[in-house]
T-cell receptor
Framework: DGGITQSPKYLFRKEGQNVTLSCEQNLNHDAMYWYRQDPGQGLRLIYYSQIVNDFQKGDIAEGYSVSREKKESFPLTVTSAQKNPTAFYLC????????????FGAGTRLSVL | SQQGEEDPQALSIQEGENATMNCSYKTSINNLQWYRQNSGRGLVHLILIRSNEREKHSGRLRVTLDTSKKSSSLLITASRAADTASYFCATQVNTGGFKTIFGAGTRLFVKA
């Protein structure tokens, strides 16, 4: 998982609560990504950021928000508007010009209480 | 809809056998990548093949790409129990280079 740290490993959300998942990288990568993975499924893109202070919606952005105030950090907030948040969330980063090879964190498993 | 779709969804083999996984995609690509995911962990990049390449090797891995059929295969030779994992193909589509689309994966189980 080298160089990308996701925390916490497990997270529980109560109904109506916003929760924030942390993603920090020390690889000096420009681009960062958030994916959602449901059991037995592939990865779906939530948000991505190519540079600091800029980010774009992915395929399933509704109910999520992000910020990119620092190059190293790309936190994801799962808002109360996301009605089915239970999933495995993966953060990844990519070096500019690196043929789009992505490096992943170990993931955060989010469950609803 | 998913750009990449792997086949089979699951594969169970004996240690020492070869494992072949296939991936099909829909639109033109810059490159195709294969990743591995151990249970409950993040993905790890295995190998990348460019759209102008037909075959690539890395250790016990062999990847082929047929752009006319929009398909790729990953062959793991002489499999080991430690190869047990899910394997995903991922395509970088021709939209500026930032977006990678992952398939649903093949779950490989290698029996010791």
């Amino acid at each position: 998982d080298g160089g990308i740290t996701q925390s916490p490993k497990y997270l529980f959300r109560k109904e109506g609560q916003n929760v924030t998942l942390s993603c920090e990288q020390n690889l000096n990568h420009d681009a960062m990504y958030w994916y959602r993975q449901d059991p037995g499924q592939g990865l779906r893109l939530i948000y991505y950021s190519q540079i600091v202070n800029d980010f774009q919606k992915g395929d399933i952005a509704e109910g999520y928000s992000v910020s990119r105030e620092k190059k190293e950090s790309f936190p994801l907030t799962v808002t109360s508007a996301q009605k089915n948040p239970t999933a495995f969330y993966l953060c990844a980063s990519r070096k500019a010009g690196a043929k789009n090879i992505q490096y992943f964190g170990a993931g955060t498993r989010l469950s609803v209480l | 809809s998913q750009q990449g779709e792997e086949d089979p969804q699951a594969l169970s083999i004996q240690e020492g056998e070869n494992a072949t996984m296939n991936c099909s995609y829909k639109t033109s690509i810059n490159n195709l990548q294969w990743y591995r995911q151990n249970s409950g962990r993040g993905l790890v990049h295995l190998i990348l093949i460019r759209s102008n390449e037909r075959e690539k090797h890395s250790g016990r891995l062999r990847v082929t790409l047929d752009t006319s059929k929009k398909s790729s295969s990953l062959l793991i030779t002489a499999s080991r129990a430690a190869d047990t994992a899910s394997y995903f193909c991922a395509t970088q589509v021709n939209t500026g280079g930032f977006k990678t689309i992952f398939g649903a994966g093949t779950r490989l189980f290698v029996k010791a």
